[in-house]
């Protein structure tokens, strides 16, 4: 509940940037994680952890294995986060900025990607700007997995954000609609950088 809380305090004083009223659910955290290996001891990245809903099962299928960076822009939720999750490595920052995050702990390669950002709210040149960063560092067998809001499938930003997965994936699959959210979403699941 402290969570929920802390989440709707900061979509208020942000809503821009948040993105949604209320953290994200089990049900779609668990279909996000759903194509990526947690067993095999990857480098996971997470944008915008916000409260932790996709780092807590990340952090638990990785069971001390592998890394795991969580980058988040908003100062509140990186300090709750790396109070619930004191062994894990969160940078406060932007995601624009991923490769000297990576740079500044040796890491030269990401094998998944679990992303927490409110596409549809981003401006173009954000998203331009994380996507090059993004397929400068996954693995070319990595895995890119993000999620919209159903009723935000039809903004702008939303089709620049499907336009951008098929122009840097060869393989761009999305998930049937998870309604055990709210809102409603849907995942994109996506392989094989152009």
């Known amino acids: 509940m402290n969570q929920t809380v802390s989440f709707v305090r900061q979509f208020l ?6 993105g949604a009223i ?20 990857p480098t996971i990245v997470e944008f915008g952890p916000g409260t932790g809903p996709f780092t807590a099962p990340i952090l638990a299928g990785l069971g001390g294995r592998g890394r795991y960076v969580g980058i988040e822009l908003n100062p509140a939720f990186c300090r709750h986060l790396a109070s619930r999750f004191p062994a894990a490595d969160f940078a406060l920052g932007s995601v624009a900025d991923l490769a000297p995050i990576m740079a500044a702990r040796g890491i030269t390669r990401i094998d ?46 939303a089709w620049a954000l499907r336009r951008a997965l098929r122009a840097h994936f060869s393989s761009v699959i999305r998930s049937p609609i ?17």
């Open 22 to 41: 209320l953290p994200s659910s089990p049900a779609l955290a668990a279909t996000m994680l759903a194509p990526i290996d947690l067993s095999a001891a």
């Open 112 to 157: 998944a990607i679990v992303c927490g950002l409110p596409w549809a709210s981003l401006p173009l040149a954000l998203q331009d700007q994380v996507f090059d960063a993004m397929t400068q560092l996954l693995a070319p067998e990595g895995t890119f997995a993000t999620f919209a809001y159903v009723q935000g499938l039809l903004l702008p930003g």
């Open 13 to 18: 004083a942000a809503p821009r940037s948040v």
């Open 178 to 194: 998870v309604w055990r959210n709210m809102p409603p979403g849907l995942v994109y699941w996506c392989k094989g950088i152009n």
